[in-house]
Nanobody
């Protein structure tokens, strides 16, 4: 059983929107901090957004700030990444990850992929005309 499954990727034109979902199986997602990462061809995987347990802390990397929104739907055991005003540079495989304990320094440590116990398999997002 795959612990996290991402859906919602696809091909979209520049300026368009996509809504990625990350659904958990076998554990309760609201008890975990969630992050979205992405990996573009030829680039390292990068953290792009984070939401803490209880939703009190939310972070975005500068490049997506104001365009992407992270949230949870606890009734569906799902996390969501709403992506608007997409750019070709957003083309990548997007992954969600879950961490039961983040520790101190959340504002920067969330970008460290080693703190996450569960990962999804990724979903491709392609922004192209």
């Amino acid at each position: 059983q795959v612990p996290l499954v991402e859906t919602g990727g696809g091909l979209v034109q520049p300026g368009g929107s996509l809504r990625l979902s990350c659904t958990a199986s076998g554990f309760t997602l609201r008890n975990y901090a969630i992050a979205w990462f992405r990996k573009a061809p030829g680039k390292e995987r990068e953290g792009i957004s984070f939401i803490s347990i209880g939703d009190g802390q939310i972070y975005y990397t500068d490049f997506v700030k104001g365009r992407f929104t992270i949230s949870r739907d606890n009734a569906k055991n799902t996390a969501v990444l709403q992506m608007n005003s997409l750019k070709p540079e957003d083309t990548a495989v997007y992954y969600c990850a879950a961490a039961g304990v983040v520790g101190s320094g959340t504002s920067w440590i969330w970008r460290d992929s080693s703190i996450y116990e569960y990962w999804g398999q990724g979903t491709q997002v392609t922004v192209s005309s």
